[in-house]
């Protein structure tokens, strides 16, 4: 009990405790009521149902708790199995954070390796593999793994809750390494598309149809101007509509999904980007709209190159490097556009100079950066503002042995993979109700 009161006053008002605890004890006293009623009903020779309760209240109730413990509920009778597996409840929980019957999971930790070979054969391998932190320097496996031999390369690209996207020439890969399961998304445009043109892609959740969509924006083949299409999952036929006003800007791969939307920074440097705002796409309304930067005049520099998107409790964020310190601004109210600095982490605490960060994420009590030169992975810890290191190589062969991440076809070559950590959150999402998956 003391960890779990500790857990939800740490650094909170007594109110927002309150709410916390209540969202802990929830599960078990609906379980503790379903088995008294249960009893009651067997005394009156009655068979009890889960039904009983009305079922406007359980949805309500159900909304309200992380996934772990409907994980739970979901064994207690075949009502509440049904009612958790609903593909309607599953897109009822991706509702905007704001809302009140919203749950933001705690982010969790994902190791992804890859790695490919060009000869005799054109072929990658990529691992997943969850992760714990638990302070200290070390980080030790979860129960979550994934691996999928590729014949053709895929490039990683984002994470939409706890799916994780790798893009090639005509598609896309969806990855749920929770459940195993892998989409293979062939999107119709290869008549639009030129072999090399640059494409990126995004996903969100449109909360007024329901339903999981898709935004790839890619180059005509005049490399003229830039087209985007956004395709609607989980219907028979993949259902394709083209966006009318495509910003005429360098999307770059710094991209994040928060409120429901996907985010990208654009690359200043290229003629009719303006380096102040970032591109958003709307899945409600199927459009892009530019969500500026925080207000200069509160000391957030928007000139820096050093700057990175990422989610904070489900709320879009931005890590901007300046000379002496690490901020972390977080957009509050996603409609008015309010950013507040949530975090300003002091250079000096790093054990080295944290330059070249190539990613950079949340971890349950704080944020995470990758280090690519060299490769090292830095945890911040909110709770007593500590900065712990783990460089990269240290993970091999503990988290993964060369025998998982070395490609059997390469006639024994041994080469150092890929190497980066992501933040993502678990979800009831099952890539079954979006499409037909394919066999690993």
């Known amino acids: 009990m003391k960890g779990i009161l500790d857990s939800c006053w740490f650094g909170r008002n007594f109110l927002t405790g309150c709410i916390d605890l209540l969202l802990i004890l929830m599960p078990h006293l609906l379980i503790f009521s379903i088995k008294r009623l249960e009893k009651s009903r067997a005394k009156g020779n009655e068979k009890p149902t889960l039904m009983d309760l009305p079922n406007d209240f359980l949805f309500d109730v159900f909304a309200r708790l992380p996934v772990k413990s409907l994980c739970h509920i979901r064994s207690v009778s075949k009502t509440s199995l049904s009612i958790v597996d609903n593909p309607f409840f599953a897109t009822l929980r991706l509702l905007n954070p704001a809302s009140n019957t919203a749950v933001v999971e705690l982010p969790q930790l994902m190791l992804l390796t890859h790695s490919w070979s060009f000869w005799p054969s054109y072929h990658g391998r990529f691992s ?16 979550h793994r994934y691996s999928q031999i590729l014949s053709q390369r895929y490039e990683f690209d984002f994470v939409f809750c706890n799916l994780f996207c790798f893009k090639a020439k005509h598609g896309c890969l969806l990855v749920n390494p929770l459940r195993e399961e892998v989409l293979d998304i062939e999107l119709p445009i290869n008549d639009l598309v030129p072999f090399q043109a640059k494409k990126w892609y995004g996903m969100g959740f449109d909360s007024v149809t329901r339903t999981h969509k898709i935004v790839c924006v890619f180059e005509s083949a005049s490399h003229a101007i830039l087209v985007a299409y956004v395709y609607t999952l989980g219907t028979r036929s993949l259902s394709r509509q083209k966006i009318h006003s495509v910003p005429q800007c360098d999307f770059s791969s710094n991209n994040v999904s928060a409120y429901g939307d996907m985010h990208w920074l654009i690359h200043p440097h290229v003629g009719g980007g303006n380096p102040n705002r970032i591109i958003s796409f709307n899945f409600e309304k199927d459009e892009f709209v530019w969500t500026p930067y925080p207000d200069s005049s509160r000391s957030f520099d928007y000139n820096l190159n050093d700057i990175h998107l990422l989610n904070v409790r489900g709320c879009l964020a931005i890590m901007s490097y300046q000379d002496s310190s690490i901020e972390i601004w977080v957009m509050k109210n996603y409609e ?27 971890w349950e009590h704080g944020i995470f950066f990758n280090r690519k030169y060299p490769n090292m992975f830095y945890f911040w810890d909110v709770r007593d503002k500590s900065i712990k290191h783990i460089k990269a190589e240290t993970l091999l062969p503990g988290i993964f042995s060369y025998d998982t991440l070395q490609n059997l076809l390469w006639d024994d070559e041994l080469r150092q993979p890929g190497l980066c950590i992501f933040s993502y959150t678990d979800s009831l999402i099952s890539l079954k109700t979006l499409g037909n998956l394919v066999e690993s």
């Not at 556009?337 to 190539?358: A, G, T």
């Open 128 to 143: 997943l593999q969850s992760l714990k932190y638990r302070g200290e320097h070390n980080l030790t496996k979860s129960k």
């Open 336 to 362: 008015k556009k309010v950013w507040e600095l949530d975090y300003k982490i002091d250079n000096e605490r790093f054990p080295h100079y944290p330059r070249s960060i190539e990613t950079c994420g949340e």
